[in-house]
């Protein structure tokens, strides 16, 4: 069964609590939340993800660069206490301050340690399409199985046919949750393209209306294969950008 999530960013406690009563108001088809984690933010992720239970399901992102190995996990009670079984595991980039406190973890490291200490947990980790090669990421997909994962977040995608040749890398059984985010102006499309080297289709346009198509497209996508799908609102208004699709 096809499941889907909302990708909510916890600036606030008030804001991510509105978020979630709009997405439980009007995303009926919505029953998961997952939430990045941004360690300037006073609220980590599995902080945020207690507020969306027990109406949603919630899956919180947890960076391994932030993982002391000689201490306990830090969201390990946390997560019990509100009923969270799932999580993402991704490296996480170096912080902009300098005096955070960052560790030599990786994802594959992190996912072995949760797995090890953590095993009821169903641990995801991230599919980045821009970052390498194909082959070499499918390498890299590989070895986070491997270490225990069992599917993939990925990053959010333009294009169809980029997603159906990632499909056909991975192997059969394996959760993938596709993703899809709202470009809506220039100076958004322009921070995709740079910063994360997405790639666009030529018939791309920076409007609401394209990326509501694009959202109904990578649904169908997911549920033809038996499988997730993930929307990330980025300076959109979340119901007007998925109200009546999702």
Known sequence: MTR??????????SGLRAELAAVAEHLPGADTINIPDFPRFSTRSWHGCAFARPHHRA?????????NPREPLPMAAHLD?????????ITGDAPGDMNARVYNVDAEAAIRRIRRELPHLKVYAGLDPYRQSLSREQ???ERKLEAGACGFFTQPFFDLRLMDAYADLLPAGVEVWWGATSVTSEGSEGYWRTRNHAVFPRRFEATLEW????????LTFARERGQHAYFMPIKADVVEYLGGIV
């Open 59 to 67: 899956i919180p992102h947890i960076r391994a660069v932030d993982l």
């Open 211 to 218: 990326n509501r198509r694009f959202a109904c497209e990578l």
């Open 81 to 89: 206490q509100h009923g969270i079984d799932e999580v993402i595991v």
């Open 4 to 13: 889907v999530s909302i990708e909510l960013v916890p600036r606030s406690r």
């Open 139 to 141: 390498s890299y997909l």
